[in-house]
């Protein structure tokens, strides 16, 4: 009669039918509609902003260790770049390995990005600026440089990223209609408002032309 109660109890337990886990943001990534191909530039980039804000702040730091051997690309890079934002140096031997060997450039330049951040691998930082993608040499030695400078680029970041993003604001932007007003950190970690300068005084924005 015990045994029996407690098989009763154990089935009890059991999820539904209907119940499902929740997806985890790699997973959500892993499904995307558009992944962060050349050919999806303008396409679907709003969801996968979206997503990169939630991998960065919410995924689990195991998940994102053992997705760097993911089968997936996208993944990947995407568990690269948020693993060095992150702080993670536990990830970075793996990251490394991941700079001289994925066959992937996208992989292999989100790889050496993170290892800038972490202030980690500098002989793999080296390795890289020789690369055969210019795109992974050009972030090897941003990289390079970020071994030397006091400022913590990843903190700076990580800052960045924990400010909720409006997905509604997104591609508010126009060509030829006055710029939306902003507020952001410049790269020395101050406060900026397009609306102080707007008309004040000429201005460029500069970013980088493209996703995780």
């Known amino acids: 009669m015990t045994r029996l109660i407690l098989i009763l109890t154990g089935l009890a337990l059991l999820p539904s039918a209907g119940w499902a886990q929740p997806t985890s943001p790699l997973e959500k990534y892993r499904k995307l509609r558009f992944p962060a191909r050349d050919e999806n530039f303008a396409k679907g980039w709003q969801e996968r902003v979206a ?13 994102l260790r053992n ?15 948020a693993l060095g934002i992150r702080g993670d140096r536990d990830s970075a031997d ?9 066959k992937e450039y996208s992989v ?28 992974v040499s050009w972030v090897a030695k941003l990289a390079a440089d970020q071994l030397k ?18 997905r509604e604001a997104m ?22 408002k397009l609306s102080t300068v707007l008309g004040k005084k000429p201005i460029a924005i500069y970013f980088a032309a493209y996703d995780g």
């Open 171 to 192: 591609g508010t932007a126009k060509v030829g209609q006055p710029a939306p007003d902003f507020t952001a950190l410049t790269c020395d970690g101050k406060p900026f």
């Open 67 to 81: 997705a760097l051997k993911d089968a997936d690309p996208f993944v990947r890079a995407m568990a690269a770049r």
């Open 108 to 135: 292999r330049l989100r790889a050496v990005e993170s290892l800038g951040y972490l202030r980690m691998k500098p002989e793999a930082i080296q390795r890289a600026i020789k690369d055969r993608n210019p795109g």
């Open 149 to 166: 400078s006091e400022t913590d680029h990843a903190r700076q970041l990580r800052e960045a990223y924990a400010t909720p993003i409006k």
């Open 94 to 102: 793996t990251l490394a390995e991941l700079v001289s060997g994925d």
């Open 51 to 63: 997503l990169e804000y939630e991998i960065i702040n919410a995924a689990d730091l195991r998940a």
